[in-house]
């Protein structure tokens, strides 16, 4: 089957419409994944009573950590008022679980520990690193209460 010049012109145009088309979308990012489509990093905590006013760190669980990440600094603050005191704080390295185990701040901490008949207001900070000195990856917060 021959084709004619028309023909040939119109099917290498069709053809480098396709090539161009489906390079758009492949230098765009379509198909592929891109940051914003990754979980976003997320922590639970794992509190229980023999934490309070103790020098025994809670189980701390963080789900989704960025590519990358190597260690975790945690800061354990109480709120007063519209003063922030840190009454906790260590590092643990990433050994694939995402899971830092309880008792792992050692060092400087000390744990929730609200006056009798009054609540406090805390949270956790975990910042995901890579490497030592690194700006986070993620910080992702825990606010809890306790009376």
């Known amino acids: 089957m021959r084709c004619s010049a028309r023909?040939?012109?119109?099917?290498?145009?069709?053809?480098?419409?396709?090539?161009?088309?489906?390079?758009?979308?492949?230098?765009?990012?379509?198909?592929?994944?891109?940051?914003?489509?990754l979980p976003q990093m997320e922590i639970s905590v794992k509190l229980q009573d023999v934490h309070r006013c103790s020098f025994?760190?809670?189980?701390?669980?963080?789900?989704?950590?960025?590519?990358?990440?190597?260690?975790y600094d945690v800061e354990l603050?109480?709120?007063?008022?519209?003063?922030?005191?840190?009454?906790?704080?260590?590092?643990?390295?990433e050994d694939g679980t995402?899971?830092?185990?309880?008792?792992?701040?050692t060092g400087y901490y000390r744990g929730p520990c609200p006056s009798n008949g009054s609540s406090g207001e805390y949270y956790f900070s975990v910042a995901a690193r890579k490497g030592k000195d690194s700006k986070p990856l993620a910080v992702r917060i825990f606010s809890f209460v306790l009376e």
């Not at 003063?83 to 260590?90: A, E, I, M, P, T």
């Open 7 to 37: 023909c040939c012109i119109l099917s290498a145009f069709l053809l480098t419409s396709l090539l161009v088309i489906s390079g758009c979308g492949f230098f765009s990012g379509s198909g592929g994944e891109s940051e914003d489509a």
């Open 56 to 71: 025994m760190s809670p189980e701390i669980r963080v789900l989704n950590a960025p590519r990358g990440t190597t260690a």
């Open 77 to 93: 603050v109480e709120k007063k008022g519209s003063q922030d005191v840190v009454l906790g704080k260590g590092s643990w390295h």
């Open 98 to 105: 995402g899971v830092i185990p309880e008792g792992a701040l």
